[in-house]
């Protein structure tokens, strides 16, 4: 036989409120002895009539299946008649609300529906509830894909469309199985289990599902298991949930799955999973962050962390700062240079075109006629310059005194004057005389040095 | 191997179910950044020293309004814009929140500072879905009195996008001098407030209770409002 059991419970957060309600409903019709059609829906928290809706979707989709559907071993005819029955619960939640004068989304809810043979598993699915199945060789699988958002409270509930909807069969023979709203299936496949090897908290649901640890056997036994999970999910059996809980389980009494080792049904190390969470984000993050709630530190050893990673980043900043000085140094000389560079070309610039200007004036005289030539303007300075030493040293007096007279007249007929050494004594004089070699007609140097 | 129990008809063995701890992981996580004008103006009406104030007095509310656990949740991120932008933290606890000593001057590089922001949150939200770790939606706040002086339009449809797609939430607060005009070019309009009198202290208050009951909410909780500060005003819409 095919037994079952269904439980929705309010949840602790509802009750605190004056007007709080269940938002969650389920059901579970069974056609005959081997087959049964169950559904679930969590009313979105932020849809002011969302009890209804849930309570509108359930209904709908099991008298739509079970007026419907004949056994049959096509796959397709169950997932068919799944799809209809979600466009059905559609359309109809949108009627009722529109009749009420009531925006549809007041009324939105998630949904999942299960058609279940005693051994294949038909689902759809939209919301973030979802199944938990157990195989005939004892394993648990995920049957269902969560419709989460990134957010953990975001989800893609009915009024979504069917873009949002996904409908499918279980791979493997089915011997049992739950369907839960997400309060208790996010303790069932806890994200802590999202990168282990078994993603489904094993310890906790085969309580429900393994009739290895569960007496269900006969109607008597599933009247039983009603009160006790019901007494269960409703009093304290799962802390720290307080949103509506519902679960519904189905148990084909006919298959015991077989048993795993016992490592399989082992307690998780729920603290070496939380730090392994912290260390694979702060990985992907470049961080080192103290979680003191899932490492015991000392008071010590977190203050220095603390203070270790001010000094760090203080660090960090004055090394910013003195590096921008230094910049700012760098550029400041750069500028410096550069202007004092331009000043001496605007100098040599401005050097050379009146040097120029004063060149290109000499250039103009000699060009006006002037009787000198270049030899005779030298000798001209050349001989004030002499005649200038001459006249203030009576040496000069004494020697001139010496020279015999005719040849002074013939010098003074010349219209010369004739610095005297011993060596132009006996040469002739002429007009031109080059003072090119000046060192010849030079006195020597001691006498005149002034 | 396990042997099938004879059990007198009672949900398995009662009392071993009764004390069996059940784990339940509660955490969620909240990355929330918040992106800081530093330029040159700021130096007016003593507003930085107010914004340092501000930092630190949200850093000892969160802490002290908050369990070990929840402040485990809380993640913050400090991203300050002048005339550069700098990270000054990444994302950390805020038990481990840097209380920088700000100082103004410069330009305003609004475009590049919200651009590094969106940056650091979508990273954020990959080190949380990799690590199975649930989060709340990231909250971005930009605390400005002025208006970009770089090229901001990419960063603001950027920013439109990640609002439209749930990726995040954000809020400008501008202080006197804020061109909040320019501002509804970026940010959506009901999402800019008004700051009077540089009150960054007023306004890290409300920020930090604003947290508090979301970290704290459990499923199906409702939400609850926190009241804005009397120096906190709606701007009037172009």
Known sequence: MLGFFKISAIGKSHLAKSDGVCQDYSDVVQTNEDMIIAAIADGLGSAEK?????????????????????????????????????QFAYRT???????????????????????????????????????????????????????????????????????????GKADLPICAFTMMTDGIYD??????????????????IRRFMDRNVLKANDPEDFRKLQESISAFISGNG?????????????????????????EYYREPDWKALKRKQYEIMDREYNTSSVR?????????????????????????????????????????????????LILILIAAILLLVFGSEKKSGHEKKA?????????????????????????????????????????????????????????????????????????DNEPPAAEYAE | MLQQKEFNGDFINQEDFNTTPIFSDTEKHLACIFVLDTSGSMTL??????????????????????????????????????SKVQVIQDFTPISQMITPNLEAYGQTKMGEALDTAMDMITRRKKAYVASGTPYFRPWLFCITDGQPTD????????????????????????????????????????????????????????????????????????????????????????
């Open chain 1, 187 to 204: 303790i069932v496949c806890s994200p802590l289990l999202a990168n282990e090897k078994q993603k489904i908290y094993v310890p906790f």
């Open chain 1, 238 to 262: 799962i802390p720290g949930v307080t949103d509506d809980k519902t679960i519904v389980g189905v148990i084909n009494t006919k298959v015991v799955p077989k048993l795993k080792d016992e």
């Open chain 1, 292 to 340: 003191p709630h899932v490492t015991p530190q000392k008071s010590a050893g977190v203050s220095e962390n603390y203070r270790a990673q001010i000094d760090d980043c203080q660090r960090k900043l004055a090394e910013e700062k003195a590096k921008n000085k230094k910049l700012a140094d760098k550029l400041m000389k750069a500028l410096f240079v550069e202007s004092i």
């Open chain 1, 50 to 86: 969302s009890d209804i809706g849930s309570q509108i979707a359930v209904k709908t989709v099991l008298d739509h299946i079970s007026g419907r559907i004949k056994p049959s071993k096509k796959a397709d005819l169950y997932i068919n008649a799944l799809h209809e029955a979600f």
């Open chain 2, 151 to 238: 090229g901001y339009k990419e960063a603001a449809e950027r920013l439109q996008w990640m609002e439209e797609n749930r990726k995040l939430v954000s809020y400008c607060i501008g202080v006197e001098g804020c061109n909040y005009s320019v501002m509804q070019e970026i940010f959506d309009p009901n999402s800019i407030f008004g700051l009077k009198d540089c009150d960054f202290v007023g306004l890290f208050k409300f920020v930090s209770a604003s947290i508090t009951p979301v970290i704290n909410s459990k499923e199906g909780t409702p939400s609850v409002d926190v009241d804005i500060p009397s120096s906190m005003f709606r701007i009037p819409l172009n």
């Open chain 2, 45 to 82: 009406h003593n507003a930085i020293d107010q914004l340092n104030m501000g930092l630190k007095i949200f850093k000892e509310q969160t802490i002290r309004d908050n369990s070990t656990m929840a402040q485990a949740c809380i993640d913050i991120a400090l991203i300050s814009f002048d």
């Open chain 1, 367 to 439: 060009e006006s006629g002037s009787s000198f030539s270049a030899a005779d303007s030298k000798k001209e300075k050349k001989k004030t310059e002499k005649t200038d030493d001459l006249s203030s040293q009576p040496a000069v007096t004494n020697i001139i005194s010496k020279i015999p007279e005719d040849i002074i007249s013939k010098v003074q007929i010349a219209g010369e004057d004739v610095v005297v050494t011993d060596s132009t004594v006996d040469e002739p004089q002429s007009d031109d005389i080059s003072t090119s070699d000046d060192a």
């Open chain 1, 93 to 167: 939640v949108i009627t009722y609300a529109k009749n009420q004068n009531d925006d549809p989304k007041m009324y939105n809810t998630t949904l999942t529906v299960a058609i279940y043979n005693g051994k294949d598993l038909y689902y759809g699915q939209c919301g973030d509830g979802g199944i938990v199945a157990l195989t005939y060789d004892g394993d648990y699988i995920c049957v269902t894909d969560v419709m989460k958002g990134e957010e953990f409270n975001e989800t893609f509930p009915l009024l979504c469309g069917e873009g949002y909807w996904t409908f």
